[in-house]
């Protein structure tokens, strides 16, 4: 079982920064990946950056060269450092834990329960 709890979400101006931090707690670096998703209104959930247990990264296209995922285990955190802020990355932004098979939602059984991120022209 695995515990995750966002925070470090806010509301930012176009161009700006955030970091959102994941504390995870319970069985979380036995996951074969840990992934940041979003959601924003009236669309589906979609995976941002994912780190698996060995550091290898990957990223959406859409925020490639702006975000940067890393893990801290000897804390159980793992972090996104967002740059370069657009409107279109507005969306409440949720930590996860899984992705064994694939990147995609359905192999993500653990959940936090989301950070909002708003960004403003």
């Known amino acids: 079982q695995v515990t995750l709890v966002e925070s470090g979400g806010g509301s930012v101006q176009s161009g700006g920064s955030l970091r959102l931090s994941c504390a995870a707690s319970?069985?979380?670096?036995?996951?074969?990946?840990m992934g940041w998703f979003r959601q924003a209104p009236g669309k589906e959930r979609e995976g941002v950056a994912f780190?698996?247990?060995?550091?290898?990264?990957t990223y959406a296209d859409s925020v490639k060269g702006r975000f940067t995922i890393s893990q801290d285990k000897a804390n159980n955190m793992v972090y996104l450092q967002m740059m370069s802020l657009k409107p279109e990355d507005t969306a409440m932004y949720y930590c996860?834990?899984?992705?064994?098979?694939?990147?995609?939602?359905?192999?993500?059984?653990?959940w936090g329960q989301g950070t909002q991120v708003t960004v403003s022209s």
């Open positions: 319970g069985s979380t670096y036995s996951s074969y990946c």
């Open positions: 996860a834990s899984g992705g064994y098979y694939s990147r995609e939602v359905p192999d993500f059984p653990y």
């Open positions: 780190i698996n247990s060995d550091g290898r990264t």
